[in-house]
């Protein structure tokens, strides 16, 4: 930015110089670099996950003895930072049903008062996928088990008796279970079982 001036030179008896002095007074900007902000590497964390940031590697070039962090969050559902003004505030991943992604803006300023370009970092949220809830076993399901695995299951006397039960219940729904089961066995596993059903 420039300002001109211009100086008149008058005498008493109001004669001006006809070439006055031209004075040009140039406001330059401030030519010095500003510092690096660096919001460090992108991350892939699971939900409930505790998350450090990292500005550590943010720089300045004027070698200022200190510089001033702000994070501020730019996408994603909205989390609680340690401390904003930090170089590495964490935060607890959101609970999500699918993959999401946050994303983070650091901005330093030196002691100068010079603020950095922002700088992005994204951390995306996996969701964590929990196994199906076991089912209860069917009378079915167990009597297979017995029929496929006979020396496994029968070794353990509690699933023995409970066959014993099923097998001698008179109760025809589960006897045909059985029946259906075993058409397929090999004869010497059911053999037994057949003759106790009458199948």
Not at 15 to 31: G, L, R
Not at 66 to 81: D, F, M
Not at 97 to 117: D, Q, R
Not at 130 to 148: F, V, Y
């Amino acid at each position: 930015m420039q300002h001109e001036f211009k100086v008149v030179a008058v005498d008493t008896e109001g004669n001006k110089d006809p070439d006055p002095a031209i004075f040009v007074w140039t406001i330059s900007e401030s030519t010095r670099p500003q510092p690096i902000a660096d919001a460090g590497p992108n991350q892939s964390v699971k939900s409930n996950d505790i998350v450090q940031l990292d500005g550590t590697n943010s720089s300045d070039p004027n070698d200022s003895l200190s510089l001033r962090y702000h994070w501020i969050q730019t996408k994603g559902p909205e989390v609680s930072l340690s401390d904003s003004s930090s170089s590495s505030p964490t935060f607890t991943a959101p609970k999500v049903n699918e993959l999401t992604e946050l994303i983070f803006e650091l901005t330093v300023t030196n002691n100068e008062g010079i603020t950095s370009e922002p700088d992005e970092v994204m951390i995306t949220v996996n969701p964590v996928i929990s196994p199906p809830p076991e089912q209860p076993s069917t009378i079915g399901d167990l009597i297979k088990a017995i029929i496929q695995n006979p020396l496994n299951v029968t070794n353990s006397i509690d699933s023995a008796n409970e066959i014993k039960e099923i097998l001698t219940d008179n109760n025809r729904d589960n006897d045909q279970i059985v029946c259906d089961l075993i058409g397929s066995e090999d004869e010497e596993t059911i053999s037994n079982i057949r003759e106790i059903l009458n199948c």
